[in-house]
């Protein structure tokens, strides 16, 4: 019998804003269980960063309940955010397969500490290029691309 994570990963569609607040509630879960990062932003700002974000973007959520997002801006080809619920479970790399379908090229930024996601990310085909910068949180990060072979 599949499980309702395993569901998670096939069974993806487009957000509305209804889903802001359990999107929101991943990430600030992910900023709470993650040590090398300070909130920057208030939990109830994360959740309105999303809800502004959804219509803006191609924005993709995984399961019922949502399990996992991306967030993506298709006039940059960028991954603006893409968090699980679960790690693991083969969410991520469902969300992140929707969005290669179509495109040739994909860039994203991750926090440079974030080991964990760019160990995720190079295992999907990104490599990391030689670009940083710090972020809007003030955190250093590096951009990773993915191009289609």
């Known amino acids: 019998m599949e499980t309702s994570l395993n569901k998670a990963s096939t069974n ?19 900023i ?9 932003h208030s939990k109830a700002s994360i959740e309105e960063m999303i809800t502004a974000g959804i219509p803006a973007r191609e924005f993709w959520v995984a399961g019922e309940p949502i399990q996992g997002y991306l967030s993506f801006n298709p006039d940059a080809s960028q991954v603006m955010g893409l968090y699980t619920a679960v790690q693991g479970q083969g969410i991520g790399k469902a969300l992140l397969d929707k969005v290669k379908q179509d495109r040739k090229w994909i860039q994203l930024w991750s ?15 990104f490599v990391k290029t030689n670009d940083t910068r710090v972020g809007d949180d003030q955190i250093p990060e590096i951009r990773l691309e993915w191009v289609r072979k």
């Open 12 to 30: 993806l569609r487009l957000a509305d804003v209804s889903d802001a607040a359990r999107c929101a509630w991943i990430v600030n879960n992910w």
């Open 32 to 40: 709470d269980k993650t040590e090398w990062l300070t909130r920057v």
């Open 111 to 125: 926090h440079s500490a974030n080991t964990d996601a760019h160990r995720f990310y190079m295992r999907e085909g």
